[in-house]
């Protein structure tokens, strides 16, 4: 007989499912089993062998129970071909009757680039609409259009190894250390091995970050143009300007320099304008100007703004105006959010682009693409990028849409109006791997796809790399890829010529032709030509490494950086100086709303957490949301750390945990973006969020919202730890996976009985309870077994203060015990752990280590360095995203120590 031990274990190469930085992983593979196991790819050259936490921690996120496993339509399921008919009839008929643009397809930077270029196909070639988009446009289609005006192309200059040969590293808006931790450990190893380079952090918030900037600039929520424009008048005032590179490769650049210096006519005005120290904005424009050999990377503090496009070209400009493009160590560098954004822009996956980086408003463009594809219907005008699209579905415009692999009821601004609007649309198609979603949970036909391990194709990252992603297991119950799915809706839909493959090297192949396609010196050049890989074999798509586009005959191995020699894909092949000027966000902080909104990501979930919750581990750093809040702000508002608030918006409300914290600019708050209904009530951040955006980019602005934050008067506040799924039915409620259990976060604004417990949810009485309760405290411990086996506990209190709620980590850890003894149970009921059996709030979650564990070893060895604690307890020791919350406690530790000595 065959088990799952006697199988040799298959390692494969692969890449992380989570952010644009695109790391190579090598993964262990126990087919029968259905067990993976990952560890970096040291021959990718992203990555070189590190992975972060989140990374780390995908063979725990496999598990079947979770998946979608069979179609459904209308809440039954079915066989596939009923399943594809239903869809290929639904959007049939809404066309006939409504025309092309009653249609949309909503995508995601999740989908592999075969998966994305066949929607796009069938969309804007075949259906004949633009209504295409993805939620890309969430993350960097501010980055796209910026690289459009300036460089005539959606181009990323520079690459990560230019990391370690820059003199200067500038990050705006990017809590790099959380959101791309292994940009950000290679800049700390660069910063290592060169103490000499200097790292400035742009942004509000002192975030992890910073544990490695000379200089932060807690700049104001918006003003980035002012910032660079009066940087860019600083270069030319200082004579800090590459005139050769600028009158031989720009154009436009008297005209920029003349708005730069009106929006800032000297540094005090630049200063006040941004909210910053004169000083700290002189050193900043001293190092910009004085380092030959200088990065600014961005992400989303810049991108999603209503500003945003010139907010990159803002930066551009100043690098252009420099020369410092295209050279090692010196460039712009947009940081992306998603696995395969990348490779959707390179297809063409959002509504205003066409196909391998070619236009839909260009005739030619689209005459070129119509031949290639033997299509006669490509639209003319762009489609609806995702916030308007979604506001046509709530009114009606569009009538039938198909969600693949994202979850916009959470993720998408003003996510009520966008819940309420697919709950009117006359067709929901939702394609995901996962069994519920906010969004899945309203689809009309849902279908299984198939998940990041059994996906099979390629993806881009933020430097271009092109790398396999390889399917590890068979797919889960019937899901399908998602290339499959679209192309037999396509068949069904009347197009099997266009949509015949019998693999889907044969669909990347066909895009690699079409990037190549009168891409020439005669019909003009575009950046994007991998026409190197349109006679690839299936052999050599299997065993293709990674390797950055361009890949053709001038570069057939790739190319690390672009415009060096001084040519860029604009008509008249020079670098456009774009005119930009300050603007303040559109919807600024009133009497009603007197705090600013600002949203991003954690170091240990991704997105909406469909996955990332899966692993026990990634929950426990911050196991609910929160809103982060100055101390001058709380006082103002009444809001105690720990303690819960209510956010709202013109748009919407939520519930979130207080963290106090002077790593708040005053008058502004943070909320993580990761919670959904299916995880926290009332904690989807997208409820809250503003729907405006770029004009130009249509990226919404998530990091601008008025909103106001007061105490969330509560009644009562516990938790309760479970062997299985429960409905607490309590008006806070966060459901927190752990190691077989599950948690619950919980809170009521009015009383409850404790005592009716266990007739509620044991009505058979098959378990054993113990009850603890103080009258007069009005605490409350709860225990349920099973035999000697915890089933349940439940803890709660009239307030959430920590002396009254036990440690829920060591809690949570009686539940891994097959049978508890007397003691263990009375401990339990006490509420007081054991000595040193309390590791507190998880810090490292690579380890599984806490902030008690690693207090304690601190103290007991007398340690003064990151490094040292990591030799004690492996903390840190991984992926490196929490260094920085190591050194933050030993800097606490060390200022007990010396209070102690005075
Ligand atoms: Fe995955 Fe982390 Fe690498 Fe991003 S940085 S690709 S999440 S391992």
């Given at each position: 007989?065959?088990?799952?031990?006697?199988?040799?274990?298959?390692?494969?190469?692969?890449?992380?499912?989570?952010?644009?930085?695109?790391?190579?992983?090598?993964?262990?593979?126990?087919?029968?089993?259905?067990?993976?196991?990952?560890?970096?790819?040291?021959?990718?050259?992203?990555?070189?062998?590190?992975?972060?936490?989140?990374?780390?921690?995908?063979?725990?996120?496999?598990?079947?129970?979770?998946?979608?496993?069979?179609?459904?339509?209308?809440?039954?399921?079915?066989?596939?071909?009923?399943?594809?008919?239903?869809?290929?009839?639904?959007?049939?008929?809404?066309?006939?009757?409504?025309?092309?643009?009653?249609?949309?397809?909503?995508?995601?930077?999740?989908?592999?680039?075969?998966?994305?270029?066949?929607?796009?196909?069938?969309?804007?070639?075949?259906?004949?609409?633009?209504?295409?988009?993805?939620?890309?446009?969430?993350?960097?289609?501010?980055?796209?259009?910026?690289?459009?005006?300036?460089?005539?192309?959606?181009?990323?200059?520079?690459?990560?190894?230019?990391?370690?040969?820059?003199?200067?590293?500038?990050?705006?808006?990017?809590?790099?250390?959380?959101?791309?931790?292994?940009?950000?450990?290679?800049?700390?190893?660069?910063?290592?091995?060169?103490?000499?380079?200097?790292?400035?952090?742009?942004?509000?918030?002192?975030?992890?970050?910073?544990?490695?900037?000379?200089?932060?600039?807690?700049?104001?929520?918006?003003?980035?143009?002012?910032?660079?424009?009066?940087?860019?008048?600083?270069?030319?005032?200082?004579?800090?300007?590459?005139?050769?590179?600028?009158?031989?490769?720009?154009?436009?650049?008297?005209?920029?320099?003349?708005?730069?210096?009106?929006?800032?006519?000297?540094?005090?005005?630049?200063?006040?304008?941004?909210?910053?120290?004169?000083?700290?904005?002189?050193?900043?424009?001293?190092?910009?100007?004085?380092?030959?050999?200088?990065?600014?990377?961005?992400?989303?503090?810049?991108?999603?703004?209503?500003?945003?496009?010139?907010?990159?070209?803002?930066?551009?400009?100043?690098?252009?105006?420099?020369?410092?493009?295209?050279?090692?160590?010196?460039?712009?560098?947009?940081?992306?959010?998603?696995?395969?954004?990348?490779?959707?822009?390179?297809?063409?996956?959002?509504?205003?682009?066409?196909?391998?980086?070619?236009?839909?408003?260009?005739?030619?463009?689209?005459?070129?693409?119509?031949?290639?594809?033997?299509?006669?219907?490509?639209?003319?005008?762009?489609?609806?990028?995702?916030?308007?699209?979604?506001?046509?579905?709530?009114?009606?415009?569009?009538?039938?849409?198909?969600?693949?692999?994202?979850?916009?009821v959470v993720?998408?601004?003003?996510a009520d109006?966008?819940k309420e609007?697919?709950?009117?649309?006359?067709?929901?198609?939702?394609?995901?791997?996962?069994?519920h979603s906010d969004?899945?949970d309203?689809?009309?036909?849902?279908?299984?796809?198939?998940?990041?391990?059994?996906?099979?194709?390629?993806?881009?990252?933020?430097?271009?790399?092109?790398?396999?992603?390889?399917?590890?297991?068979?797919?889960?119950?019937?899901?399908?890829?998602?290339?499959?799915?679209?192309?037999?809706?396509?068949?069904?839909?009347?197009?099997?010529?266009?949509?015949?493959?019998?693999?889907?090297?044969?669909?990347?192949?066909?895009?690699?032709?079409?990037?190549?396609?009168?891409?020439?010196?005669?019909?003009?050049?575009?950046?994007?030509?991998?026409?190197?890989?349109?006679?690839?074999?299936?052999?050599?798509?299997?065993?293709?490494?990674?390797?950055?586009?361009?890949?053709?005959?001038?570069?057939?191995?790739?190319?690390?950086?672009?415009?060096?020699?001084?040519?860029?894909?604009?008509?008249?092949?020079?670098?456009?100086?774009?005119?930009?000027?300050?603007?303040?966000?559109?919807?600024?902080?009133?009497?009603q709303y007197?705090l600013?909104l600002?949203t991003?990501?954690?170091?240990?979930?991704?997105?909406t957490m469909?996955?990332?919750a899966?692993?026990?581990?990634?929950n426990?750093?911050r196991p609910e949301p929160f809103v982060e809040i100055?101390?001058?702000?709380a006082?103002?508002f009444q809001l105690v750390n720990g303690a819960l608030a209510h956010l709202r918006s013109v748009w919407g409300q939520m519930f979130a945990r207080v963290r106090v914290?002077?790593?708040?600019?005053?008058?502004?708050v943070?909320v993580p973006m990761h919670w959904s209904e299916q995880y926290a009530r009332k904690g989807r951040m997208g409820a809250l969020v503003?729907?405006?955006?770029?004009?130009?980019?249509?990226?919404?602005?998530?990091?601008?919202?008025?909103v106001s934050v007061r105490p969330l008067k509560a009644a009562w506040y516990g938790f309760a730890l479970s062997?299985s799924d429960t409905d607490w039915n309590s008006d806070y409620c966060v459901k927190v996976n752990g190691?077989?259990h599950v948690r619950y976060e919980m809170a009521g604004t009015s009383e409850r009985s404790w005592e009716a417990l266990p007739e509620q949810i044991d009505?058979?009485?098959?378990?054993?309870?113990?009850l603890?309760q103080d009258?007069?405290s009005r605490v409350v411990r709860l225990?349920?077994?099973?035999?000697?086996?915890?089933?349940l506990v439940v803890c709660a209190a009239p307030d959430h203060a920590l002396a009254l709620l036990p440690?829920r980590?060591?809690m949570?850890?009686?539940?891994?015990?097959?049978?508890?003894?007397?003691?263990?149970?009375?401990?339990?009921?006490?509420?007081?752990?054991?000595?040193?059996?309390?590791?507190?709030?998880?810090?490292?979650?690579?380890?599984?280590?806490?902030?008690?564990?690693?207090?304690?070893?601190?103290?007991?060895?007398?340690?003064?360095?990151?490094?040292?604690?990591?030799?004690?307890?492996?903390?840190?020791?991984?992926?490196?995203?929490?260094?920085?919350?190591?050194?933050?406690?030993?800097?606490?530790?060390?200022?007990?120590?010396?209070?102690?000595?005075?």
């Open positions: 007989m065959t088990t799952a031990q006697s199988i040799p274990l298959q390692t494969l190469r692969t890449t992380c499912a989570y952010c644009g930085v695109g790391c190579g992983i090598k993964a262990e593979v126990n087919v029968v089993g259905r067990a993976v196991s990952v560890r970096g790819d040291d021959e990718h050259p992203s990555n070189q062998g590190r992975l972060c936490s989140k990374g780390s921690s995908l063979g725990e996120t496999l598990a079947v129970e979770s998946r979608l496993l069979h179609p459904e339509v209308h809440g039954q399921t079915t066989d596939w071909n009923s399943a594809l008919q239903a869809v290929a009839e639904g959007f049939k008929q809404v066309i006939e009757r409504y025309g092309p643009d009653a249609v949309a397809f909503y995508g995601s930077g999740q989908l592999l680039t075969e998966d994305y270029y066949i929607a796009n196909k069938l969309m804007k070639g075949f259906i004949g609409s633009a209504n295409i988009d993805t939620n890309s446009r969430l993350c960097m289609s501010s980055a796209v259009a910026g690289h459009k005006r300036a460089f005539g192309s959606d181009t990323v200059a520079a690459c990560y190894d230019d990391l370690d040969h820059a003199e200067l590293i500038v990050l705006v808006g990017s809590n790099t250390a959380w959101c791309h931790p292994i940009v950000y450990q290679r800049i700390r190893a660069a910063k290592d091995a060169n103490p000499q380079m200097k790292v400035v952090v742009i942004d509000p918030r002192r975030t992890a970050t910073c544990d490695i900037a000379d200089l932060h600039l807690a700049i104001d929520s918006g003003a980035d143009v002012a910032l660079y424009n009066g940087l860019l008048a600083y270069l030319a005032e200082h004579d800090a300007l590459d005139q050769r590179f600028v009158e031989n490769y720009t154009e436009g650049f008297e005209a920029c320099l003349d708005a730069a210096r009106q929006d800032g006519q000297n540094l005090q005005q630049v200063a006040a304008r941004c909210g910053l120290p004169l000083a700290d904005v002189r050193t900043f424009f001293a190092w910009f100007t004085g380092h030959d050999k200088v990065m600014t990377l961005y992400s989303q503090g810049v991108k999603q703004s209503s500003a945003g496009v010139d907010k990159v070209n803002a930066i551009l400009n100043c690098h252009l105006a420099t020369g410092r493009i295209g050279r090692e160590g010196a460039g712009p560098l947009s940081l992306t959010g998603q696995p395969n954004a990348m490779g959707g822009r390179e297809v063409g996956g959002l509504a205003n682009q066409l196909a391998a980086h070619m236009s839909l408003e260009n005739p030619e463009h689209r005459d070129r693409v119509g031949r290639f594809w033997g299509s006669t219907v490509i639209p003319s005008k762009p489609g609806l990028p995702a916030v308007d699209l979604f506001d046509a579905v709530a009114d009606g415009r569009i009538k039938a849409v198909w969600i693949m692999a994202t979850n916009p993720s998408l601004p003003n109006k966008v609007a697919l709950k009117g649309c006359d067709l929901v198609v939702v394609s995901d791997c996962v069994a969004t899945l309203l689809a009309h036909i849902k279908l299984p796809a198939q998940g990041w391990s059994e996906k099979d194709g390629m993806v881009t990252n933020s430097e271009r790399y092109i790398t396999r992603q390889r399917g590890l297991l068979a797919p889960a119950g019937q899901a399908k890829p998602d290339w499959w799915i679209l192309c037999e809706v396509a068949k069904r839909m009347g197009h099997a010529e266009a949509f015949t493959y019998a693999h889907h090297s044969e669909i990347f192949v066909e895009h690699a032709a079409l990037s190549g396609f009168e891409n020439d010196e005669q019909h003009g050049l575009r950046d994007f030509d991998i026409s190197g890989l349109s006679k690839l074999t299936r052999e050599a798509y299997e065993a293709f490494v990674p390797t950055q586009w361009p890949i053709n005959k001038t570069y057939p191995k790739g190319r690390k950086r672009f415009f060096g020699d001084g040519r860029f894909f604009t008509p008249s092949q020079k670098a456009q100086f774009i005119v930009v000027k300050h603007r303040l966000p559109v919807n600024l902080p009133n009497d007197p600013v600002n991003g990501r954690l170091r240990d979930q991704w997105h469909t996955r990332s899966l692993a026990p581990r990634l426990q750093h100055h101390p001058g702000d006082q103002r914290t002077d790593s708040q600019r005053p008058g502004m943070f503003n729907p405006v955006v770029d004009p130009v980019s249509g990226q919404p602005e998530s990091k601008h919202t008025p062997r190691e077989q009505s058979q009485q098959r378990w054993q309870w113990q603890y009258e007069s225990a349920a077994f099973d035999g000697d086996k915890l089933c440690d980590q060591w949570g850890q009686l539940f891994a015990k097959g049978s508890l003894n007397r003691d263990e149970r009375q401990q339990l009921l006490s509420g007081v752990a054991p000595s040193g059996q309390s590791t507190g709030a998880t810090v490292c979650a690579c380890f599984n280590v806490g902030e008690t564990t690693i207090k304690k070893v601190i103290q007991e060895k007398g340690l003064r360095d990151y490094a040292a604690v990591g030799a004690a307890c492996k903390a840190g020791t991984n992926c490196g995203s929490c260094i920085p919350e190591i050194k933050q406690i030993l800097a606490i530790e060390a200022g007990k120590a010396k209070n102690h000595v005075c």
